[in-house]
């Protein structure tokens, strides 16, 4: 007990006498350079003790932005500024490596220069024109591209590349707005025309819809009269054969009676085979009966 006691004191005594101490904070890597070199293993976040001869280089593990204003010349060779923003972040696990071969300037010696080369090679590929407008976004990814490929082994990592602004010669400026301008002025004119053209269509097919119903209303009506037609047709073509001889004699021997029962009728004549040729008014005066 106390062996251990006396061992605590005297480390103590130590670290007061020969130790100092390297605060890291959130986010960031410390790298520990001794006299005899370079710590294999980097400071987490945390408060250690290092040697009284030590340094610590203070690396930030977070995703990070630099912004760059880059002077480059389009294919025509008129020169052109871009504003553009680049965002990386180290590789943690080659934070030791880094500051090895590069050193804490890491953005200054590797990404700055990188993109600003990368930016050149792209560019000048493309008219300012299609810089300004049309082609900005796979601009964008090609610098992207060229600056990933070019910092490959060296412990840092791209995250994006961003064309914030671009800034032309005034007169090409002038000549892409007025260009732009007409541009749109020509799809405003094609979307006006294309709308009339649909309203005059929609105009035709109303018409000719109402034609169809029009058509459709007469053509029910005609074949309404043509059913009402056939169907009086064939109830005559059906009574017809139904009407025989001796039924048409039975209706008329019928008729006959019906007539001279009417108070006005006085002598009915049928004509016909074996029919009688008259049938005398039995519905006399009683006073004329009386009287032959």
């Not at 590929?125 to 964008?140: L, V």
């Amino acid at each position: 007990m106390k062996t251990t006691i006396l061992l605590s004191i005297f480390v103590t005594l130590a670290c007061t006498s020969g130790c100092t101490y390297a605060s890291i904070g959130d986010g960031e890597l410390g790298v520990v350079r001794t006299p005899s070199g370079v710590a294999a293993q980097p400071l987490q976040t945390g408060d250690w003790q290092i040697g009284r001869g030590d340094t610590v280089t203070h690396f930030n593990a977070r995703s990070q932005q630099g912004d760059e204003r880059l002077e480059v010349l389009a294919s025509n060779g008129l020169k052109i500024v871009l504003d553009t923003s680049i965002r990386y972040h180290i590789v943690p696990a080659d934070v030791v490596a880094l500051d090895k071969e590069v050193g804490e300037d890491y953005y200054g010696v590797l990404v700055r220069p990188t993109l600003s080369s990368q930016a050149r090679r792209v560019v000048g590929r493309y008219q300012p024109e299609e810089i300004y407008s049309t082609e900005r976004e796979q601009i964008e990814k090609q610098i992207y591209d060229g600056v990933t490929k070019a910092l490959v082994g060296r412990h840092v990592e791209i995250e994006a590349v961003l064309i914030r602004n671009v800034q032309l010669p005034d007169s090409i400026q002038a000549a892409i707005n007025d260009k732009l301008t007409a541009e749109q002025a020509a799809l405003k004119t094609k979307y006006v025309i294309a709308q009339a053209q649909a309203d005059a269509e929609r105009e035709k097919i109303a018409a000719e819809s109402k034609a169809d119903a029009v058509r459709l209303e007469a053509q029910s009506r005609a074949d309404a009269k043509r059913l009402d037609g056939q169907a009086l047709a064939d109830y005559q073509k059906s009574m017809e054969k139904s009407l025989t001889p001796e039924l048409l004699k039975y209706y008329q021997i019928q008729a006959s009676k019906d007539l001279a029962a009417a108070p006005s009728s006085k002598l009915i004549f049928v004509n016909g085979q074996n029919a009688p040729q008259t049938i005398l008014d039995m519905r006399t005066d009683p006073k004329k009966t009386d009287n032959p």
